[in-house]
């Protein structure tokens, strides 16, 4: 089973020319296990800030992830950081550039097949292998 969840958020500014927009804040993900030991499981938790001008030729940017999988002992990630991002306009003209904020999570958790899964996949290599057998022996 896997379920996922993501957003996006995203502001168009005008720099004036020669002027310089700096962002600071703290970029911060987290993965947590709440399973019990020995269940499959995969979650991870990704968020990215950048700055870009209408044609995203130039940018500045910053992504972070936090994981957690099968077989880890731990049940927690973390990581957060404070940071500060710069875009400048040299130019004489002004210039559009947009703010973008995306954050992602996914969760994964491994399908744990009903007994009667395994009673069907026993029953099917018995009828295979008795149908080999007869074409084995010849009549």
């Known amino acids: ?8 958020q995203r502001l168009w500014l005008t720099l004036a020319p020669h002027t ?8 911060w993900t987290q993965a947590t296990r709440s ?5 499959g499981y ?16 130039t940018s500045s940017t910053l ?5 957690l999988i099968w077989g880890e002992a731990t049940r927690f990630a ?6 500060t991002l710069a875009f400048a306009n040299p130019g004489d003209a002004a210039l559009d550039v947009s703010m973008n904020f995306l954050a992602y999570t996914d969760v994964t958790i491994a399908a744990v097949p009903e007994p009667a899964t395994y009673g069907m996949l026993l029953a099917g ?7 080999a057998r007869q074409r084995g022996h010849p009549r």
Do not use: H, K, P, Q
């Not at 399973?35 to 269940?39: C, N, V």
């Open 1 to 8: 089973m896997m379920s996922s969840a993501e957003s996006e």
């Open 20 to 27: 310089l927009l700096t962002v600071s804040g703290n970029v």
């Open 35 to 39: 399973l019990g030991d020995g269940a």
């Open 42 to 57: 995969r979650v991870f938790s990704w968020a990215s800030i950048d700055i870009a001008d209408r044609d995203a030729v």
């Open 63 to 67: 992504s972070r992830e936090s994981a």
């Open 78 to 83: 973390l990581n957060s950081e404070y940071f």
């Open 125 to 131: 290599l018995l009828l295979v292998g008795a149908a």
